[in-house]
């Protein structure tokens, strides 16, 4: 009897294990899938993408592709060289607020950080909307083709405050007390004490903040319409968009486009825009988890 | 009386100010950034109550009642929209959730610490890539010429499937993508909750002989059920607004899937960019904005009086 029950027990959990093993792997080959088409895309001949269409594995290997983007690469440095001056800034900035507000509002002794914590978390519960931002930036901030209105609107997210308050909130407040007892003062004792320790949550909100800037593209689709002031998405954007439009228009005009490798030129810019966030993954992956960990336990 | 509060009010102030004026000086650079980027565009709402000329300006332009709203309503355009969001919010939280609920109890189970550790970074991949090379894969896979799944379905001999021609897909293709991009995310909020769990509970149900299925319903479920509720609650804060950057890169500019597809969200961006009417695109946003803020109060006050754990402020 005891026996029998045993049996039966470990043929359930074996057959949990089961589907446990394969819906995990195949949920990790889908969100991998997509990306394995795109390499292989680039590097597969156009012309046997217009014949058999886009597959697993490259099935004519060529590099033309590659060749033609890396013929006239300005462009692309260009965009790698806007989206990596408005992620320094605005990461650097976007940390100088988050990091010293979020000190005041966990100061204990500090009267109206109750006031002012509510005071940033209603922007999140009601907002001017897109329209009257869009015109203000336009109309009375003139930020057209000002890389400020690629950097402003990333640099404040009430979500990464509340974040860094739990950040801060493991500074032990003994250290802030003794710091004031050898006559430090306020700024001392946040540049010198509290921040040295804050390095996890730094590294964990820059990253974040960082991924932002560099993932946008919709700023600079509503505020920038000179192409020299394009950030690597926008640009890869504009690309697809633009090559769609050509291969229309030639095909419409009874033109082929034999000539232009578009589709797997295409392909071929998205890897050269999407390499460096995936190879730089595997390093940073365990701070946006631990991000993700603590702004989800309500502070 | 009142004055003698008052006077209580600015003293207090003072004080403050003289006990704490560092601290007050740092929260400035936030405080007025708050104020100049984020409070004064919350003036600009009274747009959708005039006829807004670009040369006139917010103040300068006239009003004109709530002419704007009649005709986002009367052109049906704005019920469309608004049953659009509503719908695919529902359909993108009960499925995204579920899935990732699922993911993190069988990552959670599973032993092998390798193939832990590759299927988790593989499957919160998604979350770092941005929304345009989403787009681009979206393309890729479903176009007609060159897509990936008409192919296969050519090389078994099918007939080629026209997903742009087909506007009855497209809920589907979003609500995968969202599962797609969002299931990793998710999954950490997850396991990260049930690793909370005392470990001495799931000791406890071995000894007491409960078999696997019984131990995740019984201890795993309702440890994960606060986070569940949490999560579920802030996506009904957010069930007017759409993830704007998801739908216009996976429909783009494809005019004939926007019934299907259009959420406020790209119905306000669209005609910001496009059209001349201002005013209606601004009455869209309006009503979005202040619905939003309603939704999430009455959701909130319900939710403290229910169980005051569970309020989200």
Partial sequence: ?299 | MKNGRERGRKEGFREEWKKNKPLFIMAAPAFIFAIVFLYIPMVGLIIAFKNYRYDLGVFGSAFNGVDNFRFLFSSGTGWLITRNTILYNILNMVTSQLLAVLIAIFISEINKKIFKKVTQSLILLPYFISWVVVGVFVYNLFNYETGFIPSIVAAFGGEKPNFYGMPGAWPWIICLFNSWKWTGYNSVIYIAAITGVDSGIYEAAAIDGANMFQRIWNITLPSVRPTIITMLLLQVGRILRGDFEMFYQIVGNNGQLYNMTDVIDTYVFRSLLTSSNIGMTAAAAFYQSVLCFVIIMLVNTIVKHIDADYALF
């Fill in chain 1, 1 to 299: 009897m005891e026996n029998s029950k045993k049996i039966k027990l470990s043929t359930s959990s074996k057959a949990f294990y089961v589907i446990a093993y394969v819906m995990v792997t195949l949920m990790a080959l889908v969100c991998i899938l997509p990306f394995i088409m795109l390499i292989s895309g680039s590097f597969t001949s156009e012309q046997f993408l217009r014949f058999n269409g886009l597959g697993l594995f490259p099935g004519e290997f060529s590099t033309e592709a590659y060749g033609i983007i890396f013929k006239t690469p300005e462009k692309i440095i260009r965009a790698y060289g806007v989206s990596i001056f408005i992620t320094v800034v605005g990461t650097f900035l976007g940390l100088f607020l988050t990091t010293m507000t979020a000190y005041v509002i966990s100061r204990k002794d500090f009267k109206y950080r109750n006031a002012l914590s509510f005071f940033f978390y209603f922007t999140t519960l009601f907002n001017g909307g897109m329209v009257s931002t869009y015109i203000y930036y336009i109309r009375y901030l003139h930020l057209k083709d000002n890389l400020l209105a690629l950097i402003i609107p990333g640099m404040f997210n009430v979500f990464y405050l509340l974040i860094m308050r739990t950040f801060v909130q493991t500074v032990p407040t003994e250290l802030i007390e003794s710091g004031k007892l050898d006559g430090a003062g306020e700024y001392r004792i946040f540049f010198s004490i509290v921040l040295p320790l804050l390095k996890p949550g730094l590294a964990t909100i820059g990253l974040f903040l960082a991924l932002g800037y560099w993932n946008d593209w919709y700023n600079a689709m509503l505020y920038m319409n000179t192409e020299a002031f394009y950030p690597l998405q926008y640009m890869l954007y504009s690309i697809q968009q633009q090559t769609q439009a050509l291969a229309q228009i030639a095909s419409k005009a009874g033109i082929t486009v034999a000539n232009l490798p578009s589709t797997s030129l295409k392909l071929a810019m998205a890897v050269v825009a999407t390499g460096p966030i995936v190879i730089l993954y595997p390093f940073v992956q365990k701070y946006f988890v631990k991000g993700i960990t603590v702004g989800s336990v309500k502070g």
